[in-house]
Structures are given as C-alpha cells and as structure tokens.
C-alpha cells in the first residue's frame, strides 16, 4: 500500500487524476465525477464496471471508502448497508470535473484580501471558521465588516437538518445578486458539512460560487483563492484520516468574550442511521494531549475564564500519539454498545479532562457533545473532584423507544439509559442534565413516542434540544427506512416534547429560588444597560444587576464581564433564573464558599 504523500505525488503527476490505496482506508479516493455522472462504487452495483480490482482485509471497507461517493447516481433500492460493503471487494476509481486542489509546499501571500466569514451552526462550525481565519489571516488577509467591503465571502455550513442548508442557499441568492451589482471582484466560497455533502451540486446550482472546501481543506484555502481568481471554480473535499489542525491556534473572532471553543477530537464512527456527520466530517480521529493543552493555556494567557471542548463525540477522545505511556483501557458504559470496533487503549477523555482542568484553576470546562456509551465512572469522578469542571452533562438519548433507538443504531436502549442517569446523580448529586430529542423518526408510532415522554418524565432535564426528524441523504435511514411519519405528526408530536420539556424546567428552576448559584458574566444584558447575563455551573442562564454592595468587603462593585459572582436566586422562568448578587471573588474562593 502507499502513503497519502506518494498518492497525492502520483496525484500531481497524473495530472491530478489517481486511483490510490491509503494504508487506514484500503482502499481511498478524492471525490470527483465526471460529467458523465460515473461512480466510483460502480463494481458494487454493475458486473460490467471497468475497474482495477484492488483485495481487501478481513475487516472489509471503512467508511471513508464511501464518503464521496455520488448517491444520486444510484437507485435508492440497490445500495446497500454498511455490513453488506464490509463484504464486498470493491473497485474504486474516478476523475475531476472541476480544477481539485491539493496541499501545496508554500501558501501564497493573499495581502490585504479583505475576507468575511459567516458561520451557520454548531459549535464545532464557530471552531472551523476560527481555525479557517488564522490559516487566512496568517496568509496577509484583512477582516472585512460586511458583504459590501469584503473581497471574499465564505460561508461555513451545516447540513445537519435541511432547514440549515435551506438558509444557505439563501444566502447564495443574495450574493449572487450583489455580485452582479459589483460585477465581478467578490469571490464567494462554501465551507463545511454542506460543502461535504453537496460538493459539485454546489458549483452547479449557484453561479456565484467560486470554491468549495471541506471540513479538512482549509489549510488550503490561500491557494485556492488564489487560483479562483483566474475563474477557475475550486473544489477540495478531501476527508482526511489524521487532519485535526493541531499546530494551528484558531484566532477567536471575539477576543473580548471570556468563553472560548477547543477543538479535541473530529468526526464520528457511531454511524447513527439518522445522522450525517460521519459522512460530512469523515471518520472519528483525536488530537494529541499535549497540543489541546497548549491551546488551553494560550487561552488561559490571554484571560479567557471558560473552555468548552469540542468533538462530534468528544468523550469518546483518545489519544494513541504516545503509545509508550501508561494507558488506559477504553471502556463502554454499563449496557452500551458500539457498531464498530473500538480501539483498545489510550490516553482517554477522562485524562485529558482532568489535565485541562489543572492548566488554569479560575478557568471553567466544559464539554459538547458527548455520547452517552462514554461515560464510564472515571469521567464522572473528573468532574466531581474538580471545582472548575461544570456539574452539567449533555445525555443525548434521541428517543425512549428501545425500536427507535435500535432503528437508529444508537447502541442501547431505555433501562440502561436511565440506569446511567442515576448513576451520574449519584457520584454527582448536583450535576444538570441536558438532552437531544428527534420527534417523528422514521417507523415511530404512538407508543414508541409515549415512550419518549415516559423517560422525559423520569429524567426531567434541565435544558433540551428538540428537533423534528429531517431525512439526510447518504446517511443509513435515507438507504434502508421508511420516512413514513407525516410532517403534521411530526410537528405534534414535537410540540408535545417542548411542552414536556418546559413544564419540567419550570419547577426544577423554581425550586431554585432560594439557592445560590456561582455565575461566569458573560456580557451585559441587552435589555437593561442596569444588568449583566451569565451562565451558572449547571449551564443555566442567569442575569442580575450590574451593580451591588459585595457582602464580604461591604464595597460597591460593579461586574463586568469575566467575573465570577455568587447570586441568590430570586425568580425563574423554564430557561432563565433571575438574582440578587452577593460575592465577588475567584472561582477557587466561591466554590469553596460555595461548598461549605
């Protein structure tokens, strides 16, 4: 087999068209199709493909061997499962339609090219967007205020739910418009999870695109800039095996908030039949340690007071880059199972949790999104032992429907979800729940949706993210189930959620009022100039006056924010609790106040 270096040399070689066997993937491509609409999965489907045969190991293909594939190429019935292409000896080929980029030794100087960046999303898309800045920045580019005086628009994408791609497009129109006006001089460029899933389609249907790049391509940017202003559309959507940008420190695009993002860990294995990401963002690969806490402390220089760790499925970090260390056994919760095989050691989320947390004590850490088969008992000792790691955990359990949750491959079902819910609550009395919700999944009935409200009513969370089932191509459901759910029940029955949701939040938040609460400010109010908002421990948005008498110095103070407070808590509403502030201090003073 070759390395990704010798391929990406024949690459250039055969003047950028290869067919390349990489050693992770057995068998890996560049996504590109030609006009004819070939597909490089052709052998699959069609005895008479021409193609060069290439065997195969015992383990069969990854999912990387499929991520550019051109679903619309193929009839919907014929494609088949990720275990069925596990057992196939597949052929894999395929050529460029557009100009594709690749890395190149030198990037180019981009001088005072004034660049607007608009992030659509996640939390790991405000992290891309940082992370494509400081690449741009550091090529000699300028921020740009607005449309109207940028040179380069890029838009960095979500394509989690249709309804995120819906404003994209948008947006193009709107750019393709003010393009026009200008007649030329603005360059426009998709990035991101919609750039990975639509690719061509995107070069194709707007005719003010000029580059797409994926979530691993952005180091590239410079170059492909650069030669899009010959009129050459640019395309990279190149997932990478190992791109985790962990030599690169992303430049914040608010240096003045105290809270910032640190990407761990990219991509997901799960594989959950309803979910995109793995298709978007490539296979699951973790940062070095070492790099994630030079990160930290860089922020910790600069006065940030709140981290939040980054991954599709943070808690499932683990770093092999030194495997002569003392490593740890990877673990499963308690009646948790994967679809794929997990590596064996490392080091793991709960080392590198309680490593970031001794880099800075006044700095708060948090972590998004995790996957409930990750919480084994170490973690949950992290947190409790340690001051600055918020007593809050995102469960996301989808459903509570043990069909629903086998048809969405989510590796467990309702009893050992609760069993872990009383397991965190009882290493970690005071800790806040949150959690994800789809309404309508594929097959759901009524019962299967009751059953979702059962385990409502059991956990009752403190915050809840809901959503109405919306069908992604290429993912498992979009293969091999039935969106059979009309949209009406859809949104019913998600209405029925929400008003699970809120009617909980209400009375967990209303027996908060009494209790004090250590809050990190985070800006002033927006309806109040007299008032400052913030967020507790437990993750839950608080606000109160700006200024008071501390109780401790007996001093008039007035917070600002990146201050740490305690407040009394005097009013709720389901989302936001309302207080009295009390004591000014450090995080180490208030939590140990706190704790008395």
């Not at 409930?372 to 459903?399: E, G, T, W």
Request: hydrophobic content about 35%.
């Amino acid at each position: 087999m070759m390395t990704m270096r010798v391929a990406l040399s024949l690459a250039h070689m055969a003047q950028r068209n290869f067919v390349g066997v990489m050693p992770a993937m057995r068998a890996a491509v560049v996504h590109m199709n030609n006009a004819s609409g070939f597909h490089p999965f052709k052998r699959l489907f069609s005895a008479d493909a021409k193609n060069i045969s290439q065997p195969l190991p015992n383990d069969g293909l990854t999912l990387k061997d499929f991520l550019g594939s051109n679903h619309d190429a193929i009839q919907k019935q014929s494609i088949p499962s990720i275990l069925e292409l596990e057992k196939e000896k597949a052929t894999l080929s395929q050529r460029n339609k557009v100009k594709q980029s690749f890395p190149i030794q030198d990037s180019p100087r981009l001088d005072g090219k004034r660049v607007l960046i608009k992030t659509y999303g996640c939390q790991m898309n405000v992290n891309d967007s940082e992370i494509a800045w400081s690449i741009l920045k550091e090529a000699g580019c300028v921020k740009a205020e607005s449309t109207t005086d940028a040179d380069v628009v890029l838009l960095v994408t979500c394509a989690i739910r249709e309804k995120a791609e819906t404003k994209i497009w948008k947006q193009l129109e709107q750019l393709e418009q003010l393009k026009k006006k200008r007649k030329g001089g603005l360059q426009v460029g998709v990035l991101g999870c919609m750039a990975e899933r639509l690719k061509q389609q995107l070069l194709d249907e707007s005719k003010c695109v000029d580059l797409v790049a994926g979530p691993d391509a952005y180091r590239e940017l410079p170059a492909m800039l650069q030669r899009a202003t010959d009129g050459i559309s640019q395309m990279n959507v190149v997932l990478s095996l190992d791109e985790t940008y962990a030599d690169l420190s992303p430049v914040r695009h608010d240096p003045n908030s105290p809270s910032a993002f640190v990407s761990i860990q990219r991509g997901c294995d799960n594989m959950c039949s309803y979910c995109i990401v793995p298709f978007t963002r490539g296979r699951e690969r973790s940062r070095p340690m070492e790099s994630i806490l030079r990160e930290v402390g860089e922020l910790s220089d600069q006065g940030v007071k709140e981290v939040t760790l980054l991954g599709q499925n943070v808690n499932s970090y683990l770093d092999r880059s030194q495997l002569s260390t003392s490593l740890a056994p990877v673990v499963n919760s308690r009646g948790f199972e994967t679809i794929y095989k997990r590596k064996k050691d490392g080091r793991t989320f709960a080392n590198l949790l309680e490593q970031v947390a001794l880099v800075d004590p006044e700095m708060r850490v948090r972590f998004t999104s995790p996957h409930p088969k990750d919480f084994p008992d170490d973690v949950l000792y992290v947190i409790r032992d340690n001051h600055n790691v918020c007593n809050y955990i995102h469960m996301p359990a989808q459903s509570g429907s043990d069909s629903v949750l086998h048809s969405m491959r989510r590796g467990y079902q309702q009893d050992p979800y609760r069993e872990l819910v009383d397991r965190i609550r009882s290493i970690i009395p005071d800790v806040a729940l949150s959690s994800d919700f789809i309404a309508g999944f594929c097959g759901e009935t009524d019962e299967d949706h009751l059953a979702t409200l059962s385990l409502m009513e059991y956990v009752k969370y403190d915050m809840a993210y809901l959503f109405a089932y919306s069908l992604r191509e290429k993912t498992h459901a979009h293969r091999r189930l039935d969106d059979n759910v009309p949209e009406d029940v859809k949104q019913a029955r998600l209405q029925e959620l929400i008003d699970m949701f809120h009617k909980h939040a209400r009375v967990k938040n209303s027996n908060r009022i009494g209790t004090e609460q250590i809050v990190l400010i985070e800006a002033q109010s927006k309806r109040s100039e007299l008032e400052v908002v913030g967020r507790t421990d437990g993750n839950l948005k608080a606000v109160m006056p700006r200024e008071f008498v501390d109780e401790i110095t007996k001093q008039p103070t007035t917070l600002r924010t990146g201050d740490y407070v305690v407040i009394k808590v005097e009013d709720s509403t389901s989302m936001t609790l309302r207080g009295k502030p009390l004591i000014k201090s450090s995080l180490q003073n208030l939590s140990r106040l706190h704790n008395q």
